[in-house]
């Protein structure tokens, strides 16, 4: 069983930032993707940003050059460092990681940004 815990949300102003961590435990082996997923009220959950065992990162459009995907291997945990932050981006936001094509969810965090 893997079981990740979320932490670095809460309350900004527009133009603030935030990091997000998320950390992986429990029977690991190997990480292979990691991503995160965020869901406003109202609307479904959508993925926000992915990263590859490889490296490789994927960013949905309304976030691309705003926020910033990373991973540390020696934690297994994966970071979401989010700058200049909208009113549009208030959010729960969820980690999912695959371990030996598994998906497991993070608890979920709350950002929320204030006009």
């Known amino acids: 069983q893997v079981q990740l815990v979320e932490s670095g949300g809460g309350l900004v102003q527009a133009g603030g930032s935030l990091r997000l961590s998320c950390a992986a435990s429990?029977?690991?082996?190997?990480?292979?993707?990691m991503a995160w997923y965020r869901q406003a009220p109202g609307k479904q959950r959508e993925l926000v940003a992915g990263i590859t065992s490889g490296g490789k990162t994927y960013y949905a459009d309304p976030v691309k050059g705003r926020f910033t995907i990373s991973r540390d291997n020696a934690e297994n945990t994966v970071y979401l460092q989010v700058n200049s932050l909208k009113p549009e981006d208030t959010a729960v936001y969820y980690c999912?990681?695959?371990?030996?094509?598994?998906?497991?969810w993070g608890q979920g965090t709350q950002v929320t940004v204030s006009a």
């Open positions: 429990g029977s690991i082996f190997s990480i292979n993707a």
């Open positions: 999912n990681v695959e371990v030996q094509l598994r998906h497991y």
